[in-house]
């Protein structure tokens, strides 16, 4: 099969619709994750990108048809074969197109196209015969006449060599390679085998072989039989540089052999009107190819990660041990307050008050209590707590859980996206410890007071002023039986005056409630310490998911959109 009629039939699919759909599933591409994929290719995908919007605006159904070829392989003479008339200069030796030449064939205005070539020197094809004198003695004057219809839209450059010993007309005929629709490689029995054209262009351009000719020119220096091995040869030469299929088709500009069966697949190409998407539609579809090779072919789901180790490392840094260890003392230190012997709570004001001290004496979100502090506090000033700094092997423990997290979560991962999701998780010098002690800080660590705490209180003060009357009891009849004044009969139970065992009742049972509400006082401790530590544990998570997980799983996100994108292109 030919590569323009293999060509056609997968032009078929190469729509204008397909073709904006694969720019834009690469440009998305290049928007998502521009910074980790390869420079080179991320440039390259940006002309293509920038190419496409260009062709696709110029007006007209025009083909453009670029012959290639090395010194001395008589693509001129072809080139003059194919348009019926002496347009390009002919070298035999030298160099002699520094500059393209364009063919147009019909009608229709080429101009703007051939300024966004930048091709000066044009050239419109009528019907034979109007060449001039010189063009009636052409073979295929007849032929190119009866074509002219199929040929309207056909724009043909004659390149530079692109072996030139001039590098300017090698850059320039490069440069054309790169916006033109359709391939004719031309060359000849001596250079169809060169290293250079094989390696450096046919190669590399392999992925347009459905807009790729193989032309063997020169063929009337060969036989018959020759020609045929020659040919076989060039195929499979072909064949090795990633174009499967390619049939070679053998010319001669002087005898006109095969310009007929290579003006026919032109006629075909132009009748198709596809090629110049089919050309860029490959060109999309390589630049996506080549990114994709920077994109592995899944990610880590993050919510699956475990993170156990993570959060305990930061809750062990952010301090909440200490806080927890401070919430149980403060919760028995108010309970002390409330549920301990009435006549022992003025000890309380000896004990430091632990929240206090680290300055998370506050609830429901209203401001600290305030603080005695000096101008040189300023952690008071800024809201911050005065929990102690993380011991060295806390900050170890945070920076080795943090850094096993990115590494499960980069697993598999190129070089350039796992550093990208490191670098999503480094906030700074001492970001992550204010945004821990902020949390801590804004975590409130009371709750609503036992109604234990308000029955024994009731009880203690009861049985404190039981006793305190008791002892006025019995002051009262001390001093009456001092003044020696006659006193009532005090009442008794058994042999014990009431007044009395009102004063020891009283200290006794309050002495006794006060220890056993101690000892429950140190059960609801646990409980406080408990729910405060689940607290404290979703504020460290929450800490932990805005730092870490949450742009991890972003820089996962991105990369998943890249790669669903890029294989949108090149499907």
Known sequence: MSPIRMGRAMVKGAS?????????????????????????????????????????????????????????????????????????EIGARRPTTAKPTAAVWGESDASELLDWLRVDARHLVGPAGEGGPEAADKPNDKLTDKLTDKLNGLVLLDLPDFDSRELSHRREAERILELVDMFVWVTDPQKYADARLHDEFVALMAHHDAVTLAVLNQTDRLDVNAVQVLKKDFGKLLGADGIHGASVLATSAVTGTGVPELLQRLANAVAGQAASRQRLNADVVAAARRLRHGVADQEVAVARLDRDAL???????????????????????EAFAHTGFLFARWTRGFAADPLRRLRLDRTGGRPPIAVEIDGSDVRAVLGRSSIPAPSASAVSAVDLATRSFVRQASDGLPVKWAQAVEDAVDQGEGALGDALDQAIVGTSLRARRPIWWLLVNVIQWILGVTAVLGLLWLAALWVVGFAQIPTPETPTVGFLPVPLIMLVGGVLLGLLLGVLSRWWARVGARRRTAVIGKRLTEAVAKVADERIVVPVDAVLDRHRQTREQLDRAAA
């Open 311 to 333: 959060d305990a490392s930061l809750a062990r840094a952010a301090g909440v041990p200490i806080v927890l260890d401070a919430v149980g003392r403060d919760y028995r230190r």
């Open 16 to 88: 204008a619709a397909e073709l904006g759909d694969r720019t834009t599933a690469l440009s998305l591409a290049l928007f998502s994750a521009a910074g980790e994929l390869d420079g080179a290719a991320v440039e390259q995908a940006r002309r293509v990108l920038d190419r496409a919007q260009e062709r696709s605006a110029i007006a007209g159904d025009h083909t453009v048809v670029a012959l290639a070829g090395a010194t001395g392989s008589g693509k001129s003479s072809l080139f003059n074969a194919l348009v019926g008339e002496q347009v390009a």
